[in-house]
């Protein structure tokens, strides 16, 4: 059997080759056409990124047969031998299995001695966190003089386990993790000329999978070529990756946009019957929120194919920019508590009913233009002493109509906060004027007045004017209405505990005292 594994066929050979480290390849070629490579480079990263491809492709460049360059020949003996693996003067080192110090100064007695065939002695240890103390010990006596014609270039996942005394001796290159657009771009390229047929989605997939790592990437395209027989399709590479389909995801963010419970609980049925890894599902969720989120704030950054987009713009336009927030929120936490739940289902489950739960109760302004709704007069009450009084005005004809539409324009954080502390003047068919309490001037700006104007546009469907003054409220405002509910409904619990003739007996039979502080109302008055 000839055949060669994609992540060796397509190791990159050159630099133009390497994938997504343009800051680290850019370094090493001008380092290069200038003469001025460093005795001892240090390369980090994760796993399949290209750290002993770039440090192979060095070694070419130092001991081409047509001089040291930035751009090997690959036809010398030299850059043959090295792509064969079989360059005498490239000792390539796994730490991982030689820790031992007398395995590093064996290595090392032979520093001294010139190169054999090329024009440089290049060492390349990898994973070489995995040394020893007493072989990094060994290593750095000679990388603190080392010859003239010896290079070393270390490679490691695990640069913070590297003492200090080895990396001050190193020029450090970290490779990053390569973004899903570029992997699925290589991929492309790679099948096309393998002459295999793929779609779109099933390079994405497998883009995604990969996490960063250009050679996880071609060892999974490996496999799904085989699952496939010979072809590349969405299905089968979910089938194989044990993805969650695209679909079912859609069904759950559209039963949160419908507000249906029913529906999300189904949904969590169907993908346990399907025996759904539902931290997987829960990760996929979290993606569509994200593409949703560009999909309000910069549509035009949207990828993907063309009915991919169109179901983003359509989701985009049923939900409230701050409830995707607080649905990835609450995601990302039931993600990482799914460990700790009875079962994998109930935690899923109980992660999409807190999304139902902590939903406000008006929908988006923009899809509830209902005029505003007269409020009758709040009943008087007799009050204790601690009760603010409301101001004489409580009841004009405007403040009742200004504390419901509060209440209904759906608005959240410090724009909430700004109309709850404003009180109304007045209200015209196309303007409406309010103060603002002077103690809370540190709500108003430009941003929350214009979020403010907005939320009313929507709520009387026409423009309005709005005014705001900054003063003391000459009305109620729906902040100090709420405050003054909370407390007459305190003041009637302690009163009805007061007249209750069992707690009065518990007190004098222990000589209890009630703490006032403590006490909940369970219901308004």
């Known amino acids: 059997m000839d055949y060669q594994v994609l992540a060796r066929k397509w190791r990159p050979q050159t630099f133009n080759e390497i994938v997504g480290q343009e800051h680290a390849t850019q370094a090493l070629t001008n380092a290069l056409t200038q003469q001025r490579i460093h005795h001892a480079l240090l390369f980090t990263g994760m796993q399949g990124v290209g750290k002993t491809s770039i440090a192979r492709i060095i070694a070419k460049c130092l001991n081409c047969e047509t001089g040291v360059t930035a751009t090997p020949c690959r036809q010398c003996d030299p850059c043959q031998a090295i792509e064969a693996g079989n360059f005498v003067d490239l000792l390539e080192i796994d730490a991982a299995s030689r820790t ?8 090392l007695d032979n520093v001294q001695y010139l190169p054999t065939r090329g024009r440089y002695k290049v060492y390349l240890i990898d994973e070489v966190h995995m040394l020893s103390g007493h072989s990094f ?15 070393f270039l270390l490679a490691t996942t695990d640069p913070h386990r590297l003492p200090i005394t080895i990396l001050s001796r190193c020029i450090q290159f970290h490779l990053k993790r390569v973004a899903a ?5 290589h991929l492309e390229s790679v099948l096309m000329a393998e002459k295999i047929s793929f779609e779109t989605a099933a390079i994405q997939q497998l883009s995604q999978a990969a996490k960063g790592s250009i050679r996880d990437a071609l060892s999974l395209l490996d496999q799904a070529i085989a699952y496939g027989n010979g072809k590349l399709t969405a299905d089968d590479v979910a089938a194989m990756l044990g993805n969650v389909n695209a679909d079912h995801i859609s069904t759950i963010v559209q039963a949160l946009a419908d507000q249906n419970a029913e529906q999300l609980l189904a949904c969590s049925n169907q993908l346990t019957s399907l025996a759904c890894d539902h931290q997987q599902v829960l990760a996929a969720l979290l993606s569509l929120l994200h593409q949703i989120t560009i999909a309000q704030i910069a549509p035009n950054a949207l990828t993907g194919d063309e009915a991919m987009r169109d179901r983003l713009i359509s989701f985009s336009k049923q939900f409230k920019p701050e409830d995707i927030q607080l649905y990835y929120q609450i995601g990302a936490i039931g993600q990482r508590d799914l460990p700790l739940a009875p079962t994998p289902q109930i935690g899923f489950e109980m992660t999409l ?6 939903q406000p109760q008006t929908q988006t302004p923009s899809l509830q233009k209902q ?5 009758s007069k709040p009943s008087t009450q007799t009050q204790t002493p601690t009760v603010t009084s409301p101001p004489t005005n409580t009841v004009n004809k405007h403040t009742a109509q200004w504390q419901t539409i509060v209440k209904q324009l759906g608005l959240t954080g410090i724009t ?5 502390h404003c009180c109304v003047n007045e209200i ?3 303007s409406i004027n309010l103060t603002l309490d002077s103690q809370q001037t540190a709500l108003l700006n430009g941003k929350q007045k214009q979020r403010l104007n907005d939320a009313l546009d929507n709520y009387f469907g026409k423009p309005m004017t709005l005014r705001i003054d900054t003063g003391k409220p000459g009305n109620e405002t729906p902040a100090r209405h709420d405050l003054r509910r909370q407390q007459e409904n305190h003041a009637h619990a302690v009163k009805s505990l007061n007249a209750d003739a069992n707690i009065s007996n518990i007190i004098d039979t222990f000589d209890a005292t009630i703490d006032v502080n403590t006490i909940e109302p369970t219901k308004e008055v």
Do not use: C, G, W, Y
């Open 100 to 107: 031992k110090v007398e395995d590093t100064r064996d290595l």
């Open 137 to 151: 010990n060994a290593l750095l006596k000679t990388l603190e003089e080392p010859p003239k014609h010896v290079i």
């Open 181 to 185: 657009s570029r992997i699925a771009t």
């Open 353 to 358: 009913l807190r999304m139902l739960a902590f």
């Open 371 to 375: 005029p505003p709704r007269q409020q």
């Open 416 to 420: 909430q906060a700004l109309a709850s």
């Open 428 to 430: 015209s068919d196309n």
